[in-house]
């Protein structure tokens, strides 16, 4: 798709042209939103994938493409907020599935694979010796926050402004309402002196810090070694937990971002790709925490689910972690991410603007300010108001990210489809320099 030409008097009469223009380009995706909101609040069921003036609504996907309800196909940049990492269709994995269910999926005990895959889950991750099995990446923060204060009969939570752990732990500028009823403690993410004093204040009452070694829903900024390296040594110390949730970050090498830092938290939580495409979650660290659910013991912590071994999860994800995103693999994909989105900030500078993608290989997001970001107050500061006009421009060139400047990597993007991403955002660089600045 080309981009027309387009009127730039100001941010809000761009923004509203492009929508009409999408709008008039996808009436049967306008049209399934009016009937599912009949019986959806919305229309909608996952408040992440609402944009106005509606969203689209997928009917295919394959390799890293997507086709909508009307017949327009796009690269797949959302990845499904990086649980897309085989991108669609994986032979391996769709193989992996034909199996479990040829053999039945609903059977009310152990199998096999689920062992396999907690071995290859203990073999890639430094931190973990133990591991159980959620449903998702919000199942699992919970039953790890929890894990923490049972342990150490302490109530508060500790976590960080611009946090995301889940649909219950959300902890964007506002917060939720519908947050866990935990007793939160918040810091400000890379704050390293604000947060020692912090910890050090609450002393014997903290449980245990939950953090992100990169926020992804906020924005894909990573914490600096000195943060992360002061968070370790303060919560050692104080004898509170340190958990790391690599939900998503667990794909940005071979061991997650706790293998490439050296920084060994005492609980992890994983989700997303892991489970190769399926509904996934997972909690795992210190075998003398973890062992506490071990139902053999006396006294022994309960922890039911009753999808948390199924057998379509178990077998997607052994598939995946071992046959095809190998250590190797993860190491040469995430380069090929970081050069990219170095790519993509040459194009910035190019045309001297505002704009800047943050993250970390596979992972990265999109600030509209120069200068570094730190925390998600430093990202406020950027014109975000743009986003809406980046994404509406993007999607009406076939470039499909997430609608708050998310961009996720899947392994079967190609080098044209990075090229075909480039080429969208130069675009958008030139058309719109009169509302980008400086």
Same mark, same amino acid.
């Given at each position: 798709?080309?981009? +027309? *030409?387009?009127?730039?008097?100001?941010? #809000?009469?761009?923004?509203? /042209? &492009?929508?009409?223009?999408?709008?008039? @380009?996808?009436?049967?995706?306008?049209?399934?939103?009016?009937?599912?909101?009949?019986?959806?609040?919305?229309?909608?069921?996952?408040?992440?994938?609402?944009?106005?003036?509606?969203?689209?609504?997928?009917?295919?996907?394959?390799?890293?493409?997507?086709?909508?309800?009307?017949?327009?196909?796009?690269?797949?940049?959302?990845?499904?907020?990086?649980?897309?990492?085989?991108?669609?269709?994986?032979?391996?994995?769709?193989?992996?599935?034909?199996?479990?269910?040829?053999?039945?999926?609903?059977?009310?005990?152990?199998?096999?694979?689920?062992?396999?895959?907690?071995?290859?889950?203990?073999?890639?991750? +430094? *931190?973990?010796?133990?591991?159980?099995? #959620?449903?998702?990446?919000? /199942? &699992?923060?919970?039953?790890?926050?929890? @894990?923490?204060?049972?342990?150490?009969?302490?109530?508060?939570?500790?976590?960080?402004?611009?946090?995301?752990?889940?649909?219950?732990?959300?902890?964007?500028?506002?917060?939720?309402?519908?947050?866990?009823?935990?007793?939160?403690?918040?810091?400000?993410?890379?704050?390293?002196?604000?947060?020692?004093?912090?910890?050090?204040?609450?002393?014997?009452?903290?449980?245990?810090?939950?953090?992100?070694?990169?926020?992804?829903?906020?924005?894909?900024?990573?914490?600096?070694?000195?943060?992360?390296?002061?968070?370790?040594?303060?919560?050692?110390?104080?004898?509170?937990?340190?958990?790391?949730?690599?939900?998503?970050?667990?794909?940005?090498?071979?061991?997650?971002?706790?293998?490439?830092?050296?920084?060994?938290?005492?609980?992890?939580?994983?989700?997303?790709?892991?489970?190769?495409?399926?509904?996934?979650?997972?909690?795992?660290?210190?075998?003398?925490?973890?062992?506490?659910?071990?139902?053999?013991?006396?006294?022994?912590?309960?922890?039911?689910?009753?999808?948390?071994?199924?057998?379509?999860?178990?077998?997607?994800?052994?598939?995946?972690?071992?046959?095809?995103?190998?250590?190797?693999?993860?190491?040469?994909?995430?380069?090929?991410?970081?050069?990219?989105?170095?790519?993509?900030?040459?194009?910035?500078?190019?045309?001297?603007?505002?704009?800047?993608?943050?993250?970390?290989?596979?992972?990265?997001?999109?600030?509209?300010?120069?200068?570094?970001?730190?925390?998600?107050?430093?990202?406020?500061?950027?014109?975000?108001?743009?986003?809406?006009?980046?994404?509406?421009?993007?999607?009406?060139?076939?470039?499909?990210?997430?609608?708050?400047?998310?961009?996720?990597?899947?392994?079967?993007?190609?080098?044209?489809?990075?090229?075909?991403?480039?080429?969208?955002?130069?675009?958008?660089?030139?058309?719109?320099?009169?509302?980008?600045?400086?």
């Amino acid at each position: 798709m080309s981009m +027309p *030409a387009t009127a730039n008097t100001d941010i #809000t009469s761009a923004i509203a /042209e &492009a929508q009409a223009r999408f709008t008039a @380009a996808n009436p049967n995706s306008q049209a399934q939103l009016e009937k599912a909101s009949k019986v959806l609040p919305g229309g909608n069921t996952r408040t992440v994938l609402f944009y106005p003036p509606f969203p689209l609504t997928m009917t295919k996907g394959e390799g890293c493409h997507l086709w909508d309800l009307d017949g327009h196909q796009y690269i797949d940049f959302l990845g499904e907020y990086t649980a897309g990492l085989y991108g669609h269709s994986n032979p391996i994995i769709r193989a992996a599935l034909d199996n479990a269910l040829d053999n039945g999926i609903v059977m009310g005990g152990q199998n096999r694979a689920e062992a396999d895959l907690g071995a290859a889950i203990v073999a890639r991750f +430094p *931190a973990i010796d133990r591991v159980r099995f #959620t449903n998702s990446g919000t /199942e &699992a923060n919970l039953m790890a926050v929890s @894990a923490a204060r049972a342990f150490t009969e302490r109530p508060n939570v500790m976590v960080m402004s611009g946090g995301y752990h889940g649909s219950v732990f959300y902890f964007a500028p506002g917060g939720s309402p519908l947050n866990a009823p935990f007793p939160f403690v918040m810091g400000t993410y890379n704050d390293v002196e604000a947060c020692r004093a912090l910890i050090r204040e609450q002393g014997a009452d903290l449980a245990c810090v939950i953090v992100e070694p990169m926020q992804g829903g906020g924005g894909c900024i990573q914490a600096t070694p000195e943060f992360l390296t002061m968070l370790r040594e303060e919560t050692e110390s104080s004898g509170a937990l340190l958990i790391f949730d690599e939900v998503m970050t667990s794909r940005l090498g071979p061991g997650g971002l706790q293998g490439l830092t050296g920084i060994m938290p005492d609980l992890t939580s994983l989700g997303k790709y892991v489970g190769g495409g399926m509904s996934f979650g997972a909690f795992g660290g210190r075998s003398d925490i973890i062992d506490r659910f071990d139902p053999r013991r006396e006294g022994a912590w309960p922890h039911a689910g009753t999808f948390n071994n199924n057998v379509l999860t178990m077998n997607a994800g052994l598939a995946g972690l071992t046959k095809i995103y190998t250590g190797d693999l993860a190491e040469s994909f995430n380069a090929r991410g970081d050069m990219l989105r170095q790519t993509l900030n040459g194009l910035a500078d190019k045309h001297r603007a505002a704009l800047q993608f943050t993250g970390r290989g596979s992972m990265m997001a999109v600030h509209f300010r120069r200068g570094e970001i730190r925390n998600v107050e430093a990202a406020m500061e950027g014109r975000n108001e743009l986003r809406p006009l980046l994404h509406m421009d993007l999607v009406a060139q076939g470039i499909y990210p997430a609608a708050r400047g998310m961009f996720t990597l899947s392994l079967a993007h190609t080098e044209d489809s990075f090229a075909a991403l480039e080429a969208a955002v130069e675009e958008f660089l030139i058309s719109r320099s009169s509302l980008l600045g400086a």
